[in-house]
Structures are given as structure tokens and as C-alpha cells.
């Protein structure tokens, strides 16, 4: 007679690649996913910086068209919007797979009280939003202000 050790991890393991193939068959045969076009809210990422005048907000939106993006003020607060749509995919016999996401994405962001929202631009260029929000030009208050007693 043999003498072998016990592992529990093995019971286990193999347990858990029989969970894997059930889950593996059981969406081959899910046609739901497969008739349907599925869509996928992303979140772009965000990069912010403040300036001497103004505030920047450069938002990663690569593959997304300029008419795609939305850039809104709304109750003090810059919100940036859009979709990326799914490019036409070539679908072959014996594979398909699309990995890039697609569908809608917002953003938005607390404006400070000291910006002039009337001159906030935007442009974009390589796949890069830029939205530039100029501070308000502080009046100049002197440091002491002496006030005469009568």
C-alpha cells in the first residue's frame, strides 16, 4: 500500500474547474449575448491642474469624435458627457471578439467660486479633451486698510 498525502487544496481545486467549465458552457449556450449588441458605460480618465489664471481639465477620450463630447455648465458644476461608438467590426466564421469599450460616459466637477464660466473653452485634439476655466481676476485688497475715527 502507498502511502500519499492528504491535500485539501486539491478537493477544492478541482471542484472549482468544474464551476468553470459550467460557467463556460453555460454561456456558449446563452444566444442572448449573442443576438444582442451590448453597450458599455466607460469612465475616461481625468487629469486636473490649476494655473496662475486659469484651471484645466484634460479627460482621456480616445476614439471619440469632437461631435460626440459635451461639455456643460450646470448649477455650478462643469459636466462633460458623450459617447464612443462601436466601430464597424469584421465578423469572420470561425471568430469575433471585440475588446475596446463603447457606449456613454459622464463626468462632472464642483466649479469654485472664482471662475469666470462666461470664457470657459475646450478643444480636442488626439484623443484629449482640454476645457480651460479662467479664474476671476482678484480685486487687489490692500493688506491693511486704516479707518478714521471721528
Known amino acids: 500500500m502507498f502511502v500519499t498525502r492528504y491535500r485539501p487544496w486539491n478537493q477544492f481545486n478541482d471542484f472549482r474547474r468544474g464551476f468553470d467549465r ?79 469599450f463603447y457606449g456613454t460616459f459622464k463626468r462632472s466637477f464642483s466649479l469654485p467660486e472664482n471662475v469666470d464660466v462666461e470664457n470657459i473653452s475646450a478643444s480636442c485634439e488626439d484623443g484629449v479633451l482640454e476645457v480651460v476655466i479662467p479664474k476671476l481676476e482678484k480685486p487687489e485688497v490692500e493688506k491693511t486698510k486704516r479707518i478714521a475715527v471721528k
Open 22 to 100: 459550467l460557467n463556460t458552457l453555460l454561456n456558449e449556450m446563452d444566444t442572448s449575448t449573442q443576438e444582442v449588441e451590448r453597450k458599455y458605460d466607460f469612465t475616461p480618465a481625468v487629469n486636473t491642474r490649476e494655473g496662475e489664471y486659469a484651471y484645466h481639465v484634460e479627460v482621456d477620450l480616445p476614439g471619440v469624435k469632437k461631435e460626440d463630447i459635451k461639455v456643460d455648465i450646470e448649477e455650478n458644476r462643469l459636466v462633460i458627457s458623450g459617447e464612443k461608438k462601436l466601430k464597424e467590426e469584421l465578423k469572420e466564421e470561425d471568430y469575433y471578439k471585440v475588446e475596446s
